[in-house]
């Protein structure tokens, strides 16, 4: 791990580095559509961590695929996914919230009259 390894730029960079160790770019693997698939997967096996009640250090990887991911699709559709985040939680910590069949939703509800 890395000294700073908290910091957004060195775990961006980090998941860089594994997309030109295998040539992402030209291979295919930074296309939209292969790497929604590829989260989608990720997702089913975070989905099947707690479902199936596996130890969290399980779950923890998992997560963590997903994230790296969520990283290299920043990087393959060169957004600012760091700005972003910021921009939509500013959004999301002005919005509110409402238990809904027992559970806590935080949207823009709009209510149907
Ligand atoms: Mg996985």
């Known amino acids: 791990m890395p000294d700073n ?8 960079a980090a998941v860089r580095r594994f997309h030109e160790k295998h040539d992402f770019r030209a291979t295919g693997g930074e296309e939209l559509t292969h790497r929604v698939a590829l989260m989608a997967e990720e997702l089913g096996e975070l989905s099947a961590c707690v479902t199936k009640g596996t130890n969290r250090e ?10 790296i991911l969520v990283m290299g699709t920043d990087i393959a559709a060169d957004l600012d996914l760091r700005k972003a985040f910021w921009t939509k939680m500013e959004r999301l910590m002005q919005r509110e919230s409402r238990v809904i069949d027992g559970r806590i939703r935080v949207s823009e509800f709009r209510d149907v009259d």
Do not use: R, V, Y
Not at 5 to 12: N, R, V, Y
Not at 58 to 67: S, Y
């Open 5 to 12: 390894d908290d910091s957004w730029a060195a775990m961006l």
């Open 58 to 67: 399980q779950l923890g990887e998992e997560l963590a695929d997903l994230l």
